[in-house]
């Protein structure tokens, strides 16, 4: 399983995700290496498809799907969970992604 975690540094939530996302996987029992990619600067954002920070994709899908018409920069995220708006995935979205991948 492929775990990536884009960020960028100036970003106040991508501890807090960081921190959910290995929660998580030590409750689930996954024993899954997290890459973190920084994003440097936009550029960097545009090659990586970078929606905002954070962002985790398993096995290259993100775990919240995005528009296609997305702009892509570096940026703090914003999440729907429930019908309102957050700065942070829920878990239940990150359990739902890894379900999907290992299955």
Sequence with gaps: MKIEFFYFDDCPNHEKAFA?????????????????????????????KFVGSPTIRINGVDVQQIENDHVFGRTCRTYVVDGAFTRLPSREMIEIALQEAVS
């Design 20 to 48: 959910l996302l290995q929660e998580i996987l030590r409750d689930a029992a996954i024993d899954a290496t997290i890459e973190r990619i920084e994003i440097k600067d936009d550029e960097d954002a545009v090659k990586r």
